[in-house]
């Protein structure tokens, strides 16, 4: 069974930083995609950032210009850097790897809380 197992996350204050991580069990190559997500309270789960096994990214609009979506092969990592953090940022921020085919897989989830 693949596992995600997101980190980095925590409290940070407006227009600060923070770097997520996640980590997969095995090859992120057996991912066709890999995404960010993330949920605020009240809201519905919202695409953040995709990057492909190719190493093509896409973003939201909302993060454009603020957060970068990258992947480390060797270390079967994908990290999301956020700067320039804002109080609307404040969410839980999960990690998907998709296979295609139906088969895609979730992490457990990293609060993000954006002071102001």
């Known amino acids: 069974q693949v596992q995600l197992v997101e980190s980095g996350g925590g409290l940070v204050q407006a227009g600060g930083s923070l770097r997520l991580s996640c980590a997969a069990s095995?090859?992120?190559?057996?991912?066709?995609?890999m995404t960010w997500y993330r949920q605020a309270p009240g809201k519905q789960r919202e695409l953040v950032a995709t990057i492909t096994s190719g190493g093509s990214t896409n973003y939201a609009d909302s993060v454009k210009g603020r957060f970068t979506i990258s992947r480390d092969n060797a270390r079967n990592t994908v990290f999301l850097q956020m700067n320039s953090l804002k109080p609307e940022d404040t969410a839980v921020y999960y990690c998907?790897?998709?296979?295609?085919?139906?088969?895609?897989?979730w992490g457990q989830g990293t609060q993000i809380t954006v002071s102001s």
């Open positions: 998907n790897g998709d296979r295609g085919l139906g088969f895609d897989y």
């Open positions: 095995g090859s992120i190559f057996m991912f066709n995609t």
